[in-house]
């Protein structure tokens, strides 16, 4: 068995332990490949991954060329640039990053018919970080509610990427805060069923708070190594 099979039953063993309260089944791990090269996925694909995230388009476009042969359904968490939204639109099944109205529209105009919803979440700013991207948790209503009547598009939940942080108690807050911006539009009438949050360091938290998907890299491939990434 391979480090990456190996890392991989790791993991999935720790979700079920850690979804223990809950059904194991409804949390989604996503491999973040971002900077690993397409071997890596491949391995991680044969060893029953499915689900994979990338962050800079262009290196995700190159995988998804090589991996063709690959029944890979693919992931975009990265910042969402607008000369960037046609590939992602043509080539993405979901986009995690969607934070202002413009770039909903490019990505709800620019997707092929012929082609399934793309499924998209809204990233939340949910820890105020003036470094990150993400709408404020205050216009995140009128937000969901512009792109939940695009066409070619299905809003499905909310994505955030807290401030990293020792202290598990303000980690509990920081994912319970978008748990219940979910709960809040739900309560308006939205169906949203995902919270994609928690990573190598916190999924264990953020899986005690709600998450429906996992962002994992560093935990699956190893240390990346970023002077070979794309951007």
């Not at 063993?13 to 979804?19: F, G, H, L, P, S």
């Not at 491999?31 to 991954?49: D, H, L, N, W």
């Not at 979440?121 to 695009?150: F, M, R, T």
């Given at each position: 068995?391979?480090?990456?099979?190996?890392?991989?039953?790791?993991?999935?063993?720790?979700?079920?332990?850690?979804a223990a309260a809950r059904h194991?089944?409804?949390?989604?791990?996503?491999?973040?490949?971002?900077?690993?090269?397409?071997?890596?996925?491949?391995?991680?694909?044969?060893?029953?991954?499915?689900?994979?995230?990338?962050?800079?388009?262009?290196?995700?476009?190159?995988?998804i060329r090589l991996l063709g042969?690959?029944?890979?359904?693919?992931?975009?968490?990265?910042?969402?640039?607008?000369?960037?939204?046609?590939?992602?639109?043509?080539?993405?099944?979901?986009?995690?990053?969607?934070?202002?109205?413009?770039?909903?529209?490019?990505?709800?105009?620019?997707?092929?018919?012929?082609?399934?919803?793309?499924?998209?979440?809204?990233?939340?700013?949910?820890?105020?970080?003036?470094?990150?991207?993400?709408?404020?948790?205050?216009?995140?209503?009128?937000?969901?509610?512009?792109?939940?009547?695009l066409p070619g598009v299905a809003?499905?939940?909310?994505?955030?990427?807290?401030?990293?942080?020792?202290?598990?108690?303000?980690?509990?807050?920081?994912?319970?805060?978008?748990?219940?911006?979910?709960?809040?539009?739900?309560?308006?009438?939205?169906?949203?069923?995902?919270?994609?949050?928690?990573?190598?360091?916190?999924?264990?938290?953020?899986?005690?708070?709600?998450?429906?998907?996992?962002?994992?890299?560093?935990?699956?491939?190893?240390?990346?190594?970023?002077?070979?990434?794309?951007?």
């Amino acid at each position: 068995m391979t480090t990456i099979a190996n890392n991989l039953q790791a993991v999935r063993r720790a979700i079920t332990v850690a979804a223990a309260a809950r059904h194991p089944e409804t949390v989604t791990l996503l491999a973040v490949s971002k900077t690993f090269p397409a071997e890596a996925i491949r391995e991680a694909y044969q060893a029953g991954q499915t689900r994979f995230a990338e962050n800079y388009v262009q290196e995700a476009l190159q995988k998804i060329r090589l991996l063709g042969d690959l029944n890979i359904e693919w992931h975009f968490i990265g910042p969402l640039q607008s000369n960037k939204t046609r590939q992602i639109a043509e080539h993405f099944c979901w986009v995690h990053s969607v934070d202002r109205l413009k770039i909903a529209e490019r990505l709800s105009e620019q997707r092929p018919p012929s082609l399934p919803p793309l499924q998209l979440c809204l990233q939340v700013n949910i820890s105020g970080e003036d470094s990150k991207s993400g709408v404020s948790p205050e216009a995140l209503p009128e937000l969901a509610a512009q792109v939940a009547k695009l066409p070619g598009v299905a809003l499905r939940g909310l994505m955030a990427v807290p401030a990293p942080d020792k202290d598990q108690t303000l980690l509990h807050a920081a994912f319970a805060r978008l748990r219940h911006l979910q709960e809040q539009l739900n309560s308006q009438g939205y169906q949203l069923d995902t919270l994609s949050m928690g990573m190598s360091d916190d999924f264990a938290v953020a899986i005690a708070e709600g998450a429906t998907m996992l962002r994992i890299g560093s935990a699956i491939f190893g240390e990346r190594n970023y002077l070979k990434g794309t951007a």
